[in-house]
């Protein structure tokens, strides 16, 4: 991708400088560079939710040897979490057979499951292990997070309205663009979460430990935040507005 950029046969984007534009998140760009130089790249180091930032950015430059190493270190970390207590395929079954549409998955362990596009609104979650679970578009409206350790879960675009992620571990997760209007975040902890264009409009993030975490773009209307932890959290574009 890059080689066909600077072959002079396409036309490419300069800022006012004359340097090239490409509208990437340069977060990951010295590890593709590093691959180009030696292909070398730190996959085994890095977190899942980085791995999975990564991998975007290497399908996005066509580099397929990159690509291939990144996806053997998530197979590998799929085969090393199959002791989950419940399957994708479980959880199905487990919410289209609940008496009267109650689910209680307290204190289970779902690390690694992909658990993306499902309903699991009103789900009690709480004291369960999440790390590295896949919500992604997911419906979990209303749905007890109590203290579960969702270290690197990603939440992307997930309905989450309501939820209650009281004293959770959400260490960065990935929460671009999620709903969390009127949630209870109170005590939870953030650091380095990718909070991106999340929708955070009333919600309850007193006490919550915000340390690195990313808000660009975020709605941050009527939310409480006494006592918030917001050292070095890229507020950048955040659209504020309190009752004070």
């Not at 998955?105 to 596009?117: A, R, Y």
């Not at 675009?157 to 939820?163: E, I, K, S, V």
Request: hydrophobic share 40%.
């Amino acid at each position: 991708m890059l080689a066909a950029m600077f072959s002079g046969h396409h036309t490419v984007c300069k800022d006012d400088k004359g340097y090239v534009f490409i509208d990437r998140d340069g977060k990951h760009f010295r590890h593709i560079l590093n691959w180009l130089r030696d292909g070398v790249a730190p996959v085994s180091n890095l977190s899942d939710l980085e791995r999975v930032e990564l991998l975007r950015e290497a399908e996005y430059y066509q580099l397929l040897g990159l690509v291939n190493k990144i996806n053997e270190v998530l197979n590998i970390k799929e085969d090393e979490q199959m002791d989950t207590d419940l399957t994708r395929t479980d959880i199905i079954k487990i919410v289209q057979y609940a008496v009267g549409g109650f689910v209680n998955l307290i204190g289970v362990n779902l690390s690694g499951l992909d658990l993306s596009k499902l309903k699991l609104s009103g789900v009690d979650f709480s004291y369960a292990c999440l790390k590295n679970v896949i919500f992604s578009r997911a419906n979990l409206c209303g749905s007890k997070f109590q203290e579960v350790d969702a270290e690197n879960t990603i939440f992307h675009d997930a309905t989450m309205d309501r939820c209650d992620f009281t004293r959770a571990n959400l260490r960065g997760a990935l929460l671009a663009g999620a709903n969390l209007e009127s949630a209870n975040l109170h005590c939870s902890r953030l650091c380095d979460a990718d909070l991106r264009s999340a929708h955070l409009q009333g919600a309850k993030m007193s006490k919550a430990n915000l340390k690195g975490a990313n808000l660009q773009g975020a709605r941050v209307i009527g939310v409480e935040l006494e006592d918030t932890c917001l050292e070095g959290a890229n507020l950048h574009e955040v659209i504020w507005w309190t009752d004070d």
